[in-house]
């Protein structure tokens, strides 16, 4: 059952699960080309609200959120690829930061494509921006990588493609714990 956020509202810290729906667009040589939608659960982890310097008050516009991810399990379906699974890459730190309602991400991600046998990781973080109304972010708040990020081989480090796109399409919130509460 989905968590309502109130939006332009700032959360204490605390720790949010929500249920995703991303598509990532794939090209992997020799073998092809394929946007994939992926569904599963992303957990962040909620610092308490900083106020913006020279700001004196704590509100929507004068906040800072920042947020670290812990778990990031998806999968998803291609024609071209069979399934894919996507983890975080924990080489890299992944997190966030809401300013206002301008939110950017970085993380680093594992992709797995079992059929093809292959497992790739992101040849550095994928940068994600978007605008935001709620934190977390929540309904069809839509978050779009940068620019493409190369894709390597995790056993031999040798590029083997892309990641060209990604977009988060919806997100749910199912579980949120306030830091300090029991």
Not at 17 to 27: L, R, S
Not at 40 to 64: C, E, F, H, M, N
Request: proline share 6%; net charge positive.
């Amino acid at each position: 059952m989905a968590i309502q956020v109130k939006p332009r509202t700032i959360p204490p810290a605390g720790i949010d699960t929500t249920e995703v729906t991303i598509e990532e667009t794939y090209d992997i040589e020799g073998v092809g080309k394929d946007t994939v939608s992926l569904k599963g659960t992303l957990v962040s982890d909620r610092g308490a609200p900083l106020i913006q310097p020279g700001k004196q008050t704590l509100d929507w516009d004068s906040s800072i959120v920042a947020a670290r991810f812990t778990n990031l399990r998806l999968s998803g379906k291609s024609d071209v690829f069979g399934t894919v699974r996507v983890t975080l890459d924990k080489s890299y730190p992944a997190s966030a930061v809401a300013i206002g309602c301008h939110c950017a991400a970085s993380l680093g991600v594992i992709v797995s494509m079992p059929r093809l046998g292959i497992q790739l990781k992101s040849g550095e973080p994928i940068q994600l921006q978007s605008e935001v109304t709620t934190i977390p972010p929540i309904g069809d708040e839509k978050t779009t990588s940068v620019r493409p990020v190369d894709l390597v081989d995790t056993t031999t480090n040798r590029k083997v493609g892309s990641m060209t796109k990604a977009t988060v399409k919806w997100r749910e919130l199912v579980a949120q714990k306030r830091h300090g509460a029991k």
